[in-house]
């Protein structure tokens, strides 16, 4: 059974950084693109990163230039480095794999809280 388990959210002030880490474990054959969205309140989740098993990365608008997506293909993990931290970027951040256990399925991380607040 598949899982991925987020760590590092947490309250950070403004111009701050956090690091964000996303580990899938469980049956797994092989694993596309891994990345990490977020939804603010009120708001409709949007993409802020993504990787391919390639390395290669895409950005939301909002966060380029900031914001750093890598991933450890040996670990099944992948981490969301995010810097210049602003309140626009409190959010939940969730993190979205592609995964071949006996098939190719979508999964979602329970959800990692990040507030940005002096």
């Known amino acids: 059974q598949m899982q991925l388990v987020e760590s590092g959210g947490g309250l950070v002030q403004p111009g701050g950084s956090l690091r964000l880490s996303c580990v899938a474990s469980?049956?797994?054959?092989?694993?596309?693109?891994m990345g990490w969205y977020r939804q603010a309140p009120g708001k409709e989740r949007e993409l802020a990163a993504v990787?391919?098993?390639?390395?290669?990365?895409n950005y939301g608008d909002s966060v380029k230039g900031r914001f750093t997506i890598s991933r450890d293909n040996a670990k099944n993990t992948v981490y969301l480095q995010m810097n210049s931290l602003n309140p626009e970027d409190t959010a939940v951040y969730y993190c979205?794999?592609?995964?071949?256990?006996?098939?190719?399925?979508?999964?979602w991380g329970q959800g990692t809280q990040v507030t940005v607040s002096s």
């Open positions: 990787i391919t098993r390639g390395g290669s990365t």
């Open positions: 469980g049956i797994i054959r092989s694993i596309n693109a």
């Open positions: 979205n794999v592609g995964v071949y256990t006996s098939r190719w399925d979508d999964y």
